[in-house]
Structures are given as C-alpha cells and as structure tokens.
C-alpha cells in the first residue's frame, strides 16, 4: 500500500511539511509499503487551460510534471494534502495541482473510465495551517477538497487544521502533531 503525500507550500521545513511528515510517518507505523511526499514547489504545474480536451480523452493537452504526479495519485492507496492559508485560499502550487484534477473526468464530471477502477473511493485527507489563531480561516481549502471528495465519491479522511505563523513554530503544537501523525494512520489502515 502506498501513501502519497502532496505539500502545496514552498517552505520546505515550514509548518505545512512539518505535519505532512508526521501524517506519513503515521501511515508507515500503520503498516504502508511506501510513503512519498511531492513537493508542488518543486513541480512545473501549470494552471488548467479548460480546453477540454481532457474529457473526450482522459489526457491532459499540457504537457509539464502533472503526468509523473497524476501516475503516482493513481498508484495510491490515499492521498495526503497538506497547505498553509495564503490570502484566506490555498497557494497558488496547491490550486493549479487541484485543478489539474479535471483529467481525472469526462464531459459530465463523472470518473472517466479509465481512470474509475483506480480512483474509486481512493482515500484523501488534509492537513491545513494557517497564521492566525481561529483555524476557520482555512475553511475555503477545506471546502474545496472535501467538496471534491463529495462529488466524487472519495473516502474523506478529514482534515487538520492547525494554527503557526513562524516556521517550526508547529512543532510546539503537540495536538496538531497527534492529529496528523493520526491522519496518516487512518489513510494506510484498511
């Protein structure tokens, strides 16, 4: 079983990657084969062109690093996301990976049929850490993933939501680690 971990912040060793890692170190202690974490920074991802093209085909018209990463989502047993709040949304990293999701369906947001045997109940979490101290603020990320869940019929994990403003500043957080180091858990745990 193979864990994926998606970080949508460019600050590597900030607060974001901090509680991704403890999420995959819990999904290795539940017994996963693998976990990996993708750094969306580190990623050439462009934004969805809405051509369409995608829905008759199943096959992203931009060509960049989504492929490598839509293979590995495909290959995994959960998907973990975890994304700091920038301007009460997620990073712009983070959004044009989601929107590059639109791959993933036909013409009537229905799976497309070569990907539905893969993605069918395929399990996905999130991790959110936002600046300020009511976590709320990240409630417009929270929307949007598990309103992808919804509509798709993915096994929502649920998310941690955790509040930090300087990097590291997580790790005094002890019930933020728990939470996600648990997410990780649940993700890898049948």
């Given at each position: 079983m193979n864990i994926l971990g998606i970080l949508g912040s460019p600050r590597i060793g900030g607060n974001s990657d901090v509680l991704l890692s403890q999420a995959l170190a819990g999904a290795k202690d539940a017994g996963a084969d693998s976990v990996e974490k993708i750094i969306l920074d580190r990623k050439h991802i462009s934004g969805c062109k809405d051509c369409k093209k995608c829905k008759?085909?199943?096959?992203c018209a931009v060509k960049d690093d989504m492929q490598e990463v839509q293979k590995k989502i495909l290959d995994a047993y959960a998907v973990i996301h975890s994304c700091p709040v920038y301007f009460w949304s997620m990073t712009a990293q983070m959004k044009a990976y989601l929107d590059r999701w639109c791959v993933f369906?036909?013409?009537?947001?229905?799976?497309?049929k070569i990907y539905y045997p893969k993605m069918?109940?395929?399990?996905?979490?999130?991790?959110?850490?936002?600046?300020?101290?009511?976590?709320?603020t990240a409630d417009p990320i929270v929307h949007s993933f598990k309103s992808t869940a919804d509509l798709t019929k993915l096994t929502w994990l649920g998310a941690v939501m955790a509040s930090a403003t300087n990097k590291g500043d997580i790790t005094n957080n002890e019930a933020a680690i728990k939470e996600a180091f648990e997410l990780g858990r649940k993700a890898a745990t049948p």
């Open positions: 008759k085909t199943g096959i369906f036909d013409e009537e947001w229905r799976w497309q069918r109940a395929k399990r996905i979490g999130l991790i959110t850490v936002c600046g300020e101290p009511n976590v709320q």
